[in-house]
């Protein structure tokens, strides 16, 4: 059985350490300190990364110099030993594991999906975070759009582990955008309460970002009256309101 915990670094990253009776895995360390901390003495064999900014890969050589092991990632990160290919499924805990392509919030930003019997674990770096997604720094609206889309099309018990803890924002955001959104102004009340005791407000899953996340919402119709109010043009398309509404949270 795979447990996966969250290892907080610098203010709101999380690295996510994978981990059964045998292996350790983590994905996106962005600092060597906390990894070889929460190892508590083991053996690290191996790592996952979804993009190459810093706050995700600083800690990566460090990590491959000390336990010699595997850098799982997009071939654009100089550290990566084993570079991945959109759709290729190989096997991290003897279990099926998939890549997803999902440009946007970076070029080279990638997706991990651990199959757990019938439970799938979604590992998404920047792209999609819990009641928001990643800026949009390289890729198109049209790219970040239809990689969300992609990450919403997973069955919806799929838990969703996100690169930082940026949900209690998101939601704050998400309830100005959806005002009469019960499911999102519950979400925020025990997500606020879950902070206040220092837990992480993470997984999520995708039936909760499917109700709670405007920016997988933007085929609503109330949604995208919010979106003409900021900025989107009155022919705007799907693709048109999604980027209103990512250009509307740049300044919130
Ligand atoms: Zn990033
Ligand atoms: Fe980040």
Redesign the pocket.
């Known amino acids: 059985m795979l447990t996966i915990k969250p290892i907080p670094a610098f203010n709101d990253?999380y690295i996510w350490h994978l981990s059964s009776t045998t292996e350790n895995w983590i994905v996106?360390p962005?600092d060597a300190a906390p990894v070889v901390e929460a190892l508590e003495g083991q053996h690290l064999d191996g790592i996952l990364v979804t993009h190459h900014?810093w706050?995700?890969t600083g800690g990566i050589g460090a990590l491959r110099e000390a336990y010699q092991c595997p850098v799982i990632g997009p071939d654009s990160i100089p550290d990566v030993n084993q570079a991945v290919v959109d759709g290729k499924v190989f096997e991290l805990f003897g279990l099926p594991t998939s890549v997803l392509v999902i440009p946007g919030h970076t070029l080279d930003h990638i997706a991990l999906v651990i199959q757990e019997g019938t439970r799938a674990h979604l590992f998404c770096?920047?792209t999609l975070f819990a009641a928001g997604c990643?800026r949009v720094f390289e890729g198109t609206s049209a790219q970040m759009h239809s990689s969300l889309a992609s990450l919403a099309a997973l069955p919806a018990d799929t838990l969703i582990y996100c690169?930082?803890e940026y949900t209690e924002a998101n939601l704050n955001f998400a309830a100005t955008v959806e005002p009469n959104n019960l499911a999102v102004t519950q979400r925020l009340a025990e997500v606020q309460k879950l902070r206040q005791q220092g837990k992480p407000s993470l997984p999520s899953s995708i039936a909760q970002e499917l109700e709670t996340n405007p920016f997988l919402r933007c085929n609503l119709a109330s949604v995208r009256a919010q979106a003409l109010h900021h900025g989107a043009d009155k022919d705007a398309d799907e693709v048109a309101v999604f980027a209103a509404l990512r250009r509307w949270k740049d300044n919130f």
């Open positions: 990253n996106d962005g900014h706050d995700h770096g920047d990643g690169g930082h």
